[in-house]
């Protein structure tokens, strides 16, 4: 089936720390790949995404590359800030198809100290 | 992106009430919802999927008579816990996608239940 594997959490950085947060995933086929953040106390925003292989998807100074050779989507940033702090999903879908859904690893936390 | 509006935010109620939570899509039209129910340091529990005028496709383990989905419009979306117990205090939160797009979700804020 199709899974997503995250690193397990908590991480904990300090401020200006370069962050990279580990994604694998099993497909049977070729999905795109999404991170989602959510901070506290709120639903889930789409932080960047890719669609096929070698797309990097960036935002927020995030950056995550698609790589099929050896089916991973990593998130980094070179400096993460305090407002960072979040819990960040990775997840994929295989196909477009109005009623699949994401499938989404467990979630790592990252919690940035000043 | 799309914004996609959950009401309520957070819901406090008794042991056998029901409580309805709403999914708004407010400049789109969902006529796929997701509605997932995220428990504690866990990841989201896909719970149901609902197309606009059809009824909901439960996930294996969701109990259909006790959380009840309805889709009426392409721009609301239901969720009821009927008759709540403790063990239904979750974080539940919707998602919706428009007919035309690749593959993206947009969610709603999440609504925390808390039943005593």
């Known amino acids: 089936g199709n899974s997503v594997t995250q690193m397990e959490g908590p991480v904990t950085l300090s401020e200006e720390a370069f962050l990279t947060i580990n994604c694998t995933y099993t497909a049977t086929g070729y999905p795109s790949l999404f991170w989602y953040v959510q901070y506290p106390g709120e639903g889930l925003q789409l932080l960047l995404k890719?669609?096929?292989?070698?797309d990097k998807g960036s935002n927020k100074g995030f950056e995550a590359t698609y790589r099929k050779e050896t089916t991973s989507f990593h998130l980094e940033k070179g400096s993460v800030q305090v407002s960072d702090s979040a819990v960040y999903f990775c997840?994929?879908?295989?196909?477009?198809?109005?009623?699949?859904?994401?499938?989404f690893g467990k979630g790592t936390r990252l919690s940035v100290i000043a | 992106g799309a914004v996609v509006s959950q009401h309520p935010s957070r819901v406090i109620c008794k042991s056998g009430t029901s409580v309805k939570i709403e999914c708004r899509s407010l400049?789109?039209?969902?006529?796929?919802m997701f509605w997932y129910r995220q428990f504690p340091k866990q990841s989201l529990m896909l719970m149901a999927t609902?197309?606009?005028?059809?009824?909901?496709?439960?996930e294996q383990g969701v109990e259909k008579d006790k959380f009840l989905i309805n889709h009426a419009s392409l721009t609301l979306s239901t969720l009821t816990v009927a008759s709540a117990h403790p063990e239904d205090s979750s974080f539940y939160i919707c998602s919706g996608r428009e007919r035309t797009n690749t593959g993206e979700l947009f969610f709603g804020e999440g609504s925390r239940l808390t039943v005593l």
């Open positions: 609902s197309n606009e005028g059809s009824k909901a496709t439960y």
């Open positions: 997840a994929l879908i295989l196909a477009y198809s109005g009623n699949t859904p994401l499938v």
């Open positions: 400049d789109f039209q969902a006529t796929t």
């Open positions: 890719a669609t096929k292989a070698d």
